[in-house]
């Protein structure tokens, strides 16, 4: 079973930035696609970003590219989402998820949740 801890959620004006963490309880050599998902109110659950924690191609939704970025800290089993220019639609509940595959993950089917953190986005 894997957990997964997400923090440095909150409140931000548009065009501002946050940095989203979310923290795995992977074991040595597990090598675990981690990515972060968002729903916003009366919206579908969305994938944003995934990649491998040992690194590679990062999986980038359109609607964020160019403003969201992911990265990894293997050697501590985190990862981050850093987002810039925020925008209103960009408000939502946001999820770390983990799998073993990212293409899975990415279509929505992780084998793990995290419990999520807040991101709010006003004028």
């Known amino acids: 079973h894997v957990q997964l801890v997400e923090s440095g959620g909150g409140s931000v004006q548009t065009g501002g930035s946050l940095r989203l963490s979310c923290a795995a309880s992977?074991?040595?050599?597990?090598?675990?696609?981690l990515g972060w998902f968002r729903q916003a109110p009366g919206k579908e659950r969305e994938p944003v970003t995934a990649?491998?924690?040992?690194?590679?191609?990062?999986y980038v939704n359109d609607v964020v590219k160019g403003r969201f970025a992911q990265s990894q800290d293997s050697a501590n089993n985190t990862i981050y989402l850093r987002m810039n220019s925020l925008k209103l639609e960009d408000t939502a509940m946001y999820y770390c998820a983990a799998g073993p595959g990212c293409p899975t993950l990415w279509r929505g089917r992780p084998d793990y949740w995290g419990q999520g953190t807040q991101v709010t986005v006003s004028s």
């Open positions: 990649n491998y924690i040992t690194g590679g191609s990062t």
């Open positions: 992977l074991n040595p050599g597990d090598t675990y696609c």
